[in-house]
């Protein structure tokens, strides 16, 4: 993993990238929203969303490790949009950070879920892991 030489230097910046069911999780999530809310109120939850995922480009290992048992190294970050009791669990790995990667260091969203939902099993984290 690389890491800054000094404290002088600046935080490594990852791009992100969105598995296809991350992006489905989000228009899903944004449709109910909608359908039971507002359409505004989805929008806002939208953009909240996002904000907090552009916050993983800087420092992402701040967030704890995902509950479940996953094979790799597996993330969380939780995002409540103001005035919600509601939050959502957004789960993300890494890749590109070995000192031998040509690849950039990136974060890589894989699943939004709604905080109170029952922990995933093995194989639905197994199935999650694959699409990376």
Known sequence: MRH????DEQPLNY???FTERARRDIDAETVYIAETSSPEIAIV???GLYDTVASLAILPRRCPLAREQF?????QILYRRPGSRFAHRILF???GEEAVSSDA???I???VRHSASRPLT???ARAIESQT
Do not use: D, G, I, M
């Not at 800054?4 to 404290?7: F, G, I, Q, Y």
């Not at 094979?71 to 993330?75: A, Q, Y």
């Open 105 to 107: 260091p990136t974060v």
């Open 45 to 47: 939850w939208r953009e």
């Open 4 to 7: 800054p030489e000094s404290k």
């Open 15 to 17: 791009a992100l990238r």
């Open 71 to 75: 094979r790799c190294e597996v993330r």
């Open 122 to 124: 093995k194989l639905q």
């Open 93 to 95: 790995t890494f890749s």
């Open 109 to 111: 969203l894989l699943h």
